[in-house]
């Protein structure tokens, strides 16, 4: 594993699609883990959206 492949921001695996991620559901679900890392995000969901926090890579929030 290389550190450019990303990891699944719903699992934290690395590797190709994986179905179990790949549901209709998942989409609307904010990421629990950091693309870059797979370490475990910091997640808050408010009525208008999302945020979520990486301790090494930053903060990703919905548009």
């Known amino acids: 594993m290389t550190s450019?492949?990303?990891f699944c921001v719903h699992c934290?695996?690395?590797?190709?699609?994986?179905?179990g991620c790949s549901t209709p559901r998942n989409a609307l679900e904010p990421?629990?883990?950091c693309a870059?890392?797979?370490r475990r995000m910091v997640v808050?969901?408010?009525p208008v959206g999302w945020t979520a926090r990486c301790s090494r890579?930053?903060?990703l929030a919905s548009s």
Do not use: K, L, N, V
Not at 12 to 19: C, D, E, N, V
């Open 31 to 33: 990421p629990r883990f």
């Open 12 to 19: 934290g695996q690395t590797g190709p699609p994986h179905s």
């Open 4 to 6: 450019s492949e990303p």
């Open 57 to 59: 890579h930053g903060e």
């Open 36 to 38: 870059q890392c797979a």
């Open 44 to 46: 808050q969901i408010t």
